[in-house]
């Protein structure tokens, strides 16, 4: 199981045409790579304490950020990984769980 939001942003580093990836309780981690979705499968679904630990890995740890998510139930956010690969994130809830999806920004769109 991924304990650590970095160990999924190598899914993005080991694939050029990754563009999205989703983020869901009770869900196993989802990619978009040219234009599909499909299921990381070698990795089991995500439980909700897992869920809120990637959550606020993402927000660094951010207390009052987070207290806002979940106020207003949803959190348009970028996050830069370890390796430097940038992200734009939504964070939300569907069905009163957490959820993220992350769009990569290509390195020359940052530029």
Same mark, same amino acid.
């Given at each position: ?16 045409? #990754?563009? /999205? ?14 234009? &599909?979705?499909?299921? *990381? @499968? ?15 890995? #993402?927000? /660094? ?14 959190? &348009?956010?970028?996050? *830069? @990984? ?30």
């Amino acid at each position: 199981m991924y304990k650590h939001i970095e160990q999924i942003v190598q899914l993005a580093a080991n694939n050029k045409n #990754l563009s /999205d990836i989703h983020i869901s309780w009770s869900k196993k981690i989802a990619v978009r790579i040219n234009g &599909d979705i499909m299921t *990381v @499968s070698d990795k089991p679904e995500i439980d909700e304490q897992t869920m809120k630990q990637l959550v606020m890995q #993402l927000l /660094d740890h951010d207390e009052k950020r987070f207290h806002e998510y979940h106020e207003k139930k949803e959190l &348009d956010f970028s996050f *830069v @990984s370890e390796t430097n690969i940038a992200f734009r994130v939504n964070a939300y809830f569907s069905m009163g769980h957490m959820c993220v999806v992350m769009r990569k920004i290509n390195k020359e769109a940052r530029e």
